[in-house]
Nanobody, 124 residues
Framework: QVQLVESGGGLVQAGGSLRLSCAGS????????MGWFRQAPGKEREFVAAITWSGGNTYYADSVKGRFTISRDNAINTVYLQMNSLKPEDTAVYYC?????????????????WGQGTQVTVSS
């Protein structure tokens, strides 16, 4: 069982930066692949980034590649999403999620545990 709590969302101007954090509970946190997803109003939840249990491999959606960076610190059960050069189209509720294995890391349905989400709003 893993419980996830996101933080760090807020309102930022286009071109600005935010860092999201996701704190996990449970002794097996380091065993999970961790992902970030986002959902804008009226749209489906979409993949943003994922990171393997060791942090050795990372994956990004094309829309955020080069602007966002995912990382994790297993010593404190936390995964981060550094978001730079933000655009209005990045506005969404951002969720972190956990799954075993890297198969279909881009698919929300593959993730077993989810946080409650944090709102990110980018103004133009």
């Amino acid at each position: 069982q893993v419980q996830l709590v996101e933080s760090g969302g807020g309102l930022v101007q286009a071109g600005g930066s935010l860092r999201l954090s996701c704190a996990g509970s449970g002794r097996t946190f380091s065993s999970y692949v961790m992902g970030w997803f986002r959902q804008a109003p009226g749209k489906e939840r979409e993949f943003v980034a994922a990171i393997t249990w060791s942090g050795g491999n990372t994956y990004y959606a094309d829309s955020v590649k080069g602007r966002f960076t995912i990382s994790r610190d297993n010593a404190i059960n936390t995964v981060y999403l550094q978001m730079n050069s933000l655009k209005p189209e990045d506005t969404a509720v951002y969720y972190c999620a956990a799954k075993y294995g890297t198969a279909a890391y881009y698919s929300p349905g593959e993730y077993r545990y989810w946080g409650q989400g944090t709102q990110v709003t980018v103004s133009s």
